[in-house]
């Protein structure tokens, strides 16, 4: 019988004691040994539900030297505790399943080398994209391929927010507040809309697939609270909508690893995956194009995932040759460099306001000109007042974020034009 510990009883913590209470037959079918849950960690666990027969502690950390656990669950969250409970409990040789996105981000090469030493399972599935198995696609389904690009919605706040923009032409705060309403965001939604939550992910895909070191250092950061709802317009017009992705890509001896808006023209899939839904885009050497699609969010969906990895605990923990759960051996051994984002390439939409001035246009495009950057489309809108601004949109050809930079600074300083120029990525991804 192995037994079973589970550390934070949030929402993901409820929904998961709930699925081994309702769906146990189902579960056990699937292991090779029995198992129980044996113990439940809570700060506050006076407040929350749990069945009585269970052991439980307010100090999580306890569960790193109980003898009566086997494998621990951390749906804590945050870092510090956590970080130290695993590492506790990996050098006390319990196995793990964490959810925990942050966690793994910031000391994952740790965790994992230590894990390996030590013989121990370690399952983060849930850490990622929720109900989506990204993690056991690329470690197992993909073991053969290598990834030249990966690209993701993968955070369900940002789109949800965003969809909400373009669907109901909501102001940014009136999203937000539907999206904490229904439990979409983080703790602190800071974290999602800065796009660090998103970052945290895709530092993990990037370890996972080009076995980098910490690529969270590297990785570029932007989120989504710049974007106005006369973007989402000015983007329609142009034939584009406006979304949030992850993308870690090989581009020859470097890495592009990145998060940040992007515009989507409206025929490519990612323009379809809509609400709070999360979608991965994979493309193989060998396979070609796979798409994964689904709930990145929520209790049951993020429940569902960590059940997949005590599945595979337990067999792993059963299985005398050990042999699952290894490609995580080789994250960090990598030499590959993690490209600043000033020398990706990419189309740029660009957002500049001007004084209804004969000739500002002129002065632009020379300067655009001049950086060997050519105009792909543009649209002036008139202005609301003879006084108001004009805004004056614009596609890019693809250039490197630096030539872009260059170029913004200089129509920055011209005198009719006002405000700071706006700038978007627009997603170019070769597929094969
Ligand atoms: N806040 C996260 C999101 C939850 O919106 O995607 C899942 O990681």
Redesign the pocket.
């Known amino acids: 019988m192995l037994r079973i510990g589970v550390c934070g009883l949030g929402t993901v913590g409820q929904s998961f004691l709930r699925h081994i209470t309702e769906h146990q037959s189902k579960i056990r079918s699937n292991v090779s040994v029995d198992f129980e849950i044996s113990m439940i960690a809570d700060r506050s666990i006076k407040s929350k539900k749990y069945p009585k027969n269970i052991a439980v502690t307010n100090n999580i950390l306890d569960m790193a030297s109980s003898s009566d656990v086997d494998i621990i669950v951390e749906l804590v969250g945050g870092i510090d505790a956590s970080y130290e409970l695993l590492k506790n409990a990996i050098n006390n040789g319990k196995h793990i399943i964490t959810a925990n996105?942050a966690l793994i981000a910031e000391h994952g090469d740790e965790l994992f080398s230590l894990a390996k030493k030590n013989n121990i399972y370690l399952g983060f599935e849930a850490s990622v994209a929720?109900a989506i198995p990204i993690i056991k696609t690329l470690s197992n389904s993909m073991a053969n391929e290598e990834i030249l690009s990966l690209a993701g919605i993968?955070?369900?706040?940002c789109n949800y927010i965003l969809d909400q923009m373009s669907s109901y032409n909501l102001d940014f705060n009136d999203a937000l507040d539907e999206a904490k309403k229904l439990g979409?965001?983080?703790a602190d939604p800071t974290f999602?809309i800065n796009g660090m939550?998103a970052a945290h992910k895709i530092s993990i895909l990037t370890s996972l697939v080009y076995k980098v070191a910490s690529p969270l250092k590297h990785i570029y950061i932007e989120g989504i609270e710049n974007i106005t709802p006369m973007d989402m317009i000015y983007a329609k017009e142009l034939g584009y909508c406006i979304k949030h992705l992850g993308i870690t890509k090989k581009d020859g001896d470097f890495i592009e690893s990145r998060v940040h808006p992007v515009l989507v023209p409206i025929d490519n899939v990612f323009s379809k995956i809509n609400g709070?839904k999360?979608s991965i885009l994979i493309n193989g050497d060998k396979f070609g194009t796979s798409m994964l699609y689904g709930n990145?969010?929520g209790g049951d969906a993020t429940a569902s995932a960590v059940i997949s990895d005590l599945v595979d605990a337990i067999n792993y923990v059963s299985n005398e040759n050990k042999t699952s759960n290894y490609s995580i051996g080789s994250i960090g051994t990598s030499s590959l460099q993690i490209k600043n984002n000033s020398d990706i390439s990419s189309p740029f939409y660009l957002r500049i306001h001007a004084e209804d001035i004969s000739g500002v246009m002129a002065e632009i495009t020379n300067i655009l000109a001049s950086e060997e950057i050519s105009i792909e489309a543009v649209t002036q809108h008139e202005p609301n007042d003879a006084n108001s601004l004009i805004p004056i949109v614009m596609i890019t050809n693809a250039v490197k974020g630096s030539l872009i930079d260059d170029a913004i600074k200089q129509i920055e300083l011209l005198e009719h034009v006002k405000d700071k120029v706006y700038k978007i990525r627009v997603f170019k991804i070769d597929e094969k």
Request: aromatic share 6%; no cysteine; proline share 0%.
């Open positions: 996105k929720g993968i955070n369900g706040t979409y965001a983080e999602d939550d709070v999360n990145g969010a």
